[in-house]
Nanobody, 124 residues
Framework: QVQLVESGGGSVQAGGSLRLSCAAS????????MGWFRQAPGKERDFVAA????????YYADSVKGRFTISRDNAKNTVYLQMNSLKPEDTALYYC?????????????????WGQGTQVTVSS
């Protein structure tokens, strides 16, 4: 079992930045692919970014490419999402997730473990 706890959400104005953290416990995340997803009210949960456990480039949704950066610190068992140039449409509940295997990283239904989410609100 892997327990995931997100933090770092908050309210910012458009153009601002936030850094989300996802702290894992129970097992080391070094052998898990890690992803970030988000869900706005009344909408489906959407893929944001993912990083493989093995060597490889991270994946990003087109809507966040160039603005968001996913990173991981296996020694701290933590994954981060640096969000810059935030827009009102980035407002959502952000979830961290973990899965075995470096494939299907954009598909939320393929992830094995989920955190409770952290709210990000961007005002115009």
């Amino acid at each position: 079992q892997v327990q995931l706890v997100e933090s770092g959400g908050g309210s910012v104005q458009a153009g601002g930045s936030l850094r989300l953290s996802c702290a894992a416990s129970g097992r080391t995340i070094s052998t898990y692919a890690m992803g970030w997803f988000r869900q706005a009210p009344g909408k489906e949960r959407d893929f944001v970014a993912a990083t493989m456990w093995s060597v490889g480039s991270p994946y990003y949704a087109d809507s966040v490419k160039g603005r968001f950066t996913i990173s991981r610190d296996n020694a701290k068992n933590t994954v981060y999402l640096q969000m810059n140039s935030l827009k009102p449409e980035d407002t959502a509940l952000y979830y961290c997730a973990a899965k075995l295997g470096d494939y299907n990283l954009r598909l939320s239904e393929k992830y094995d473990y989920w955190g409770q989410g952290t709210q990000v609100t961007v005002s115009s």
